[in-house]
């Protein structure tokens, strides 16, 4: 793996191809969308980007009072002039408890016909010893089952969104650099994948992402003939709140001025990968590298792993764990 593969997602060239400037205010009054952990980091700011656009936009999470204070952040921020759009609380969303899963998407059901982006952003970055309520392993459990089973529940609302649009509706799984540095040899190592408890935060952070990549490409083998888009993306080396109060400042500091950028540049990459209309049905499943690059993951032994069925075999895996909660 070129050292220049991982240099470039780290430290991206160019300015990003799609920002807030591409949204015509109002250019997306009836679309209906929905971002996980959207009360804070990337996710925000990817929402405060798309409220003017005049689309309906679901704030799934955990905590009612977070999202609410997203909410009205946004909204109490925004240009008092031209279109808003509609920001909705979608709570209880717990992705480390697949019994939340099923009432969450219950709620959204109850309010709407259709649905035209998904936006799997929610993730945890787990201590060893971790483990989800149904004993998965932390990351797995959070970063990849739990998405996968929300949005399996969800495609019947992006099939009505395709056709009621006339265009493609997106399914956005999220990587990360962690696929090439952190993950095993084919990506997931099947034979440790039953482990109840995060073993090595590093490598089972690094497994989980890779797992959303198999995602997208079995989502879109499975789902492209209905219209339906998969995309994986790495939004970036980035800066969000995950940082605030457990490191010391200083190396905080260093972090903020020498690596991480600001969280509205992996707001930039989620806004390519859903709304690019260079991701067509002839890249569907592909990958994304910051902050709007259509390149595949610099790992040939993942593609391998892929080929060979890999990316098959974890999304029954998945169906496996999830049944019980469908």
Not at 50 to 60: D, E, K, R
Not at 101 to 119: G, M, N, R, Y
Request: charged share 20%; net charge neutral; proline share 5%.
């Amino acid at each position: 793996m070129p050292f220049k593969d991982i240099w470039q997602q780290y430290f991206p060239s160019g300015s990003p191809p799609f920002t807030e400037e591409d949204l015509e205010p109002g250019s997306h009054v009836g679309k209906v969308f929905i971002i996980t952990g959207a009360n804070s980091g990337i996710g925000k700011e990817l929402t405060r980007f798309l409220y003017p656009t005049g689309a309906t936009i679901y704030l799934a999470g955990r905590s009612q009072e977070r999202i609410s204070k997203a909410i009205l952040e946004i909204e109490s921020t925004a240009s008092t002039s031209g279109t808003r759009g509609i920001l909705k609380s979608l709570h209880g969303l717990d992705l480390s408890d697949l019994r939340t899963v099923k009432p969450a998407f219950e709620c959204f059901a109850l309010q709407e016909k259709a649905l035209h982006i998904i936006w799997n952003n929610a993730a945890t970055f787990c201590e060893p010893g971790t483990s989800t309520v149904q004993g998965l392993e932390g990351h797995i459990g959070v970063n990849a089952v739990g998405p996968f089973l929300f949005t399996t529940l969800l495609v019947p609302f992006l099939q009505a969104g395709a056709k009621e649009s006339g265009q493609p509706s997106r399914i956005i799984w999220t990587g990360s650099v962690h696929i090439e540095v952190g993950s095993p040899l084919g990506g997931i190592d099947f034979a440790n994948l039953d482990s109840v408890k995060t073993i090595s935060t590093f490598t089972d952070y690094g497994v989980s992402k890779c797992a959303n990549l198999f995602l997208a490409h079995e989502a879109a083998a499975r789902w492209g003939d209905q219209n339906i888009l998969s995309v994986c993306h790495n939004p970036g080396n980035l800066y969000t709140s995950i940082f605030d109060g457990k490191h010391h400042w200083l190396f905080v500091l260093i972090l903020r001025t020498f690596l991480l950028y600001d969280a509205k540049y992996g707001a930039y990459t989620m806004m390519f990968s859903g709304f690019s209309e260079k991701i067509t049905q002839a890249q569907n499943g592909c990958y994304v590298w910051p902050f709007g690059i259509i390149k595949p993951c610099a790992r040939a032994d993942i593609y391998k792993a892929i080929d060979e069925g890999k990316a098959k075999q974890f999304w029954e895996w998945c169906e496996e764990k999830a049944k019980p909660f469908v």
